[in-house]
């Protein structure tokens, strides 16, 4: 499988992943000239070379009107060009560049809408960006959509990020970091303040990582093809760059750690809170096994699947949400498939299918979420549409398609029968009502 691994010990800006990803790429110099072709009003891009603490990369430059934006302004600090998400949209719906990479563009800047929507509390429509809004970002974020349409990995895995710590003066006065929005856009994902004092992880940083990531966690065992490095303008005491690591995984075993204890004293809702916040805190997997303990009480046995470096904080998580006094830890190898998602077009709309494959074999179901979103008056086709999504892999899908319709129409018309039946029925005992009162 080609993985795309990004660290991101300095957090991550938009420019920094460019330049990163454009490493990557065996003809550089033909993609920014694509880039500078695209005719976004007043931008001009470059790949310069770049050193931090000794360590050779690459800094994607944008010029508007040719002069670069200041590092200091880069940071929200922008009152000289505002936007609006229209705005943004006719920008981009005018880029000769694919339908896809467009609508990748469009979905990262409605994460920051989003989250400036709610920070500011006020619809999406009248955010005004201001970092975000500028042709530089623009430039930023269209360049790391082609670049993922280039590079076409098949999952992308991101390390937690670096946030930084201290403050940031942004455009309404001066904020803790991370600032507000990117914090809105950071949640769930896996952060840390690190020892570096100012803002590391930018709006457009977080909004690309957490539109792009397939999974957080540490580098997985890989045969690395490329590396990429992408600098910062910023000089720190350590080298303020981001890196990205290009190369395959295959099948192929990894560490877990399983963690147990028994509980005799907590209420089944109880220990189902407990399970959501293990969940919720990184656990690959946890469940529960009824087991008799000491004098023949009824327990529970809760186990927690995680990886081996989350053990520490799993075990503070039981500690927390239990009532247990002690844990029990066993490493163990655990066999994996790999796993993707596809989306397939069906007269119902599209579906996501999850896809698992490796040692020879491979899997595929339609996502639980798909189910879920059908009203509940839906229910008695809920069956026909499972067997339309069993089958979508089938090579005469199309000919088995127009049976399950023709069986939901069926099904359609039987309830529609159901339906007359039940109000003729109501009719009758409304009669007989009315002729016991008489």
Do not use: W
Not at 141 to 163: F, G, K, N
Not at 380 to 394: D, G, Q, Y
């Amino acid at each position: 499988m080609k993985t795309l691994y990004i660290e991101c010990a300095m957090g991550a800006a938009g420019d920094m992943l460019a330049a990163a990803l454009l490493e990557l790429l065996p003809d550089r110099a033909a993609f920014l000239e694509k880039m500078n072709g695209l005719g976004i009003p007043g931008v001009t891009v470059s790949g310069e070379k770049g050193v931090k603490c000794g360590v050779s990369g690459t800094h994607f430059s944008v010029r508007v009107a040719g002069v670069e934006e200041d590092e200091n302004l880069h940071s929200h600090h922008h009152d000289h060009v505002h936007g609006s998400m229209e705005g943004i949209e006719k920008i981009v719906n005018r880029l000769p560049i694919p339908s896809m990479v467009k609508l990748d563009v469009l979905a990262v800047y409605n994460l920051i809408a989003e989250a400036e929507s709610r920070v500011h509390g006020v619809p999406v429509q009248q955010i005004h960006f201001h970092e975000v809004g500028t042709m530089d970002a623009v430039a930023d974020i269209t360049a790391v959509c082609l670049l993922m349409r280039e590079l076409r990995p098949d999952q992308v895995i991101v390390s937690p990020v670096s946030v930084g710590s201290g403050t940031v003066r942004c455009a309404h006065g001066i904020l803790p970091v991370p600032a507000p929005a990117t914090a809105l856009l950071l949640e769930g994902m896996p952060i840390q303040a690190g020892n570096v004092q100012g803002e590391l992880c930018t709006p457009t940083g977080a909004a690309l990582l957490k539109y792009f990531a397939d999974d957080f966690g540490s580098l997985p065992v890989m045969r690395v093809q490329k590396t990429g490095y992408g600098m910062g303008k910023k000089d720190f005491p350590q080298a303020n760059c981001l890196r990205v690591m290009l190369g395959e995984t295959s099948d192929q075993t990894d560490a877990i750690a399983e963690l147990k204890c028994n509980i005799d004293d907590m209420t089944g809702e109880e220990i189902g809170f407990a399970m959501e916040q293990l969940l919720s805190g990184g656990a690959l997997d946890v469940f529960t096994t009824p087991i008799g303990m000491k004098k023949n009480r009824p327990g529970v046995l809760l186990s927690v699947l995680c990886r081996a470096g989350d053990r520490e904080k799993m075990a503070r998580l039981i500690f927390r949400h239990t009532t247990t006094l002690g844990i029990r830890e066993s490493l163990q190898n655990r066999y994996t498939l790999e796993r993707r998602t596809q989306t397939v077009s069906t007269p119902y709309g599209a579906v996501r299918q999850k896809i698992s494959s490796g040692y020879g074999v491979q899997r595929q179901k339609a996502a639980p979420a798909v189910a879920r979103a059908l009203p509940a008056q839906q229910h008695a086709l809920l069956r026909v549409k499972h067997r339309l999504f069993r089958v979508v892999r089938a090579a005469d899908g199309a000919a088995v398609e127009q049976r399950l319709v023709a069986r939901e129409r069926k099904q359609l018309e039987f309830k529609r029968r159901l339906d007359d039946a039940l109000r003729f029925l109501q009719r009758v005992e409304r009669i007989e009502r009315v002729e016991q009162q008489r």
